[in-house]
Every structure is written in C-alpha cells, then in structure tokens.
T-cell receptor
C-alpha cells in the first residue's frame, strides 16, 4: 500500500538558513512524488514533482527535492530561507494504480524567524 | 484564466442540516477530488471522480455524497449523517494521468453552529 510519512510536524529556521523538510514514502510500484505548499486558509500549490526523470527536481521559489530510491525518501530543501516561506508543506505519493488518488502526508509547518 | 472555483469560502451549518459545497473547474480536467483537512491530520480523501457520471469512495466517505453530471462540476453534499463536519474542504482536479499532480481550489471552511 502507498503511504507517506513526513518527519516533524513543525520545523523552525532562521531567515537565511537551510530549509530541510523530510518525506519518506512507501510504494509497491515506482512512485510519482509531489511537494505542495499551503498558506493559511488557502488551497495547495504545487512546488515540484518527481515523475521518474531526473532524481534531483527543481521547483518554484528556489525549492528542490532529491528522490533517493534506496532510502525511500524525497526530502525538500532550500538553501536560504525567506520569511515568505513560512507555510505548511505537504508531501504526496501517487496511489499506486492508474486512476487512483494522491496520498498526502500529515504536513510540516515551517516557521521562519528573523 | 483557468482554475478551480470553490464556493462559498465560509459555510455555517446547523445540526441536522445537509449542505452542499460547490466545485467548478474550467481546466478541461477529467478527474476531480474532494479532500477534508483537519489540523494535524493532513488531507484525507472523501470522494473522487475520473469521468462524468462515475465516482469512487475515498477513505472517509461516510456522511458525504457527490455527483458528477458535468465534467466541470463536482459538488459535495455534507449530510446530517456526518457527525463531525467542521473542517476545511478542498477540491482538486487533474488531467488524466497520475504524473499530472493536482490543481487545488481555495477551499471552503465549514462550521457547525
């Protein structure tokens, strides 16, 4: 069965520091993996996605993620945090069969202090 | 511009009432989804539809109903059988194929009063 685990429900960094949000997945088939960002009282916005091409995926707003099959991980990073990065981040994995829905992790709230 | 529109943004429901949340998309996407979001629980799938006139239950379908009479529309009804409906509801759509990812609406916050 497909599942996603996001390690750490809350991550705090200083402005300019490295951002690292962790995501581990379980999948019975080669997965498609996604990171989304949500600002308060809004919908989710796609940051980046892995679809079996390059293992290092670059997304919007300076974020990137690396697919590591051996570690079943898809961690999200950004070299230098900005105040505007404060939001909730969700990792998601494809459902494992054609025509099924994405499965989301429980989310990680990122706080950025000045 | 193409996108997904959810309405209303805020909705208040009295005990025992049914309420319907609207979701409309003009992206020509085949698939549409409803998720429920509660603090600390992430997104949980309620229903999804891959084509018109067909839909499948998700993980928490009890107390909810949907219809898909048009490609553009996928309304969600929260029935009186849903005992704890206060939550943030998100609608999403996707072009055919899991690699697409989703486009989300801006959500409806439902509160029981």
């Amino acid at each position: 069965a497909q599942s996603v685990t996001q390690l750490g429900s809350h991550v705090s960094v200083s402005e300019g520091a490295l951002v690292l949000l962790r995501c581990n997945y379980s999948s019975s088939v080669p997965p498609y993996l996604f990171w989304y960002v949500q600002y308060p009282n809004q919908g989710l916005q796609l940051l980046l996605k892995y679809t079996s091409a390059a293992t290092l995926v670059k997304g919007i707003n300076g974020f990137e993620a690396e697919f590591k099959k051996s570690e079943t991980s898809f961690h999200l990073t950004k070299p230098s945090a900005h105040m505007s990065d404060a939001a909730e981040y969700f990792c998601a994995v494809s459902g494992g069969q054609a025509g099924t829905a994405l499965i989301f992790g429980k989310g990680t709230t990122l706080s950025v202090s000045s | 511009d193409g996108g997904i529109t959810q309405s209303p943004k805020y909705l208040f429901r009295k005990e025992g009432q049914n309420v319907t949340l609207s979701c409309e998309q003009n992206l020509n996407h085949d698939a549409m989804y409803w998720y429920r979001q509660d603090p600390g629980q992430g997104l949980r799938l309620i229903y999804y539809s891959q084509i018109v006139n067909d839909f499948q239950k998700g993980d928490i379908a009890e107390g909810y109903s949907v219809s898909r009479e048009k490609k553009e529309s996928f309304p969600l009804t929260v029935t009186s059988a849903q005992k704890n409906p206060t939550a943030f509801y998100l609608c999403a759509s996707s072009g055919r194929g899991e690699w697409y990812g989703y486009t989300f609406g801006s959500g409806t916050r439902l509160t029981v009063v």
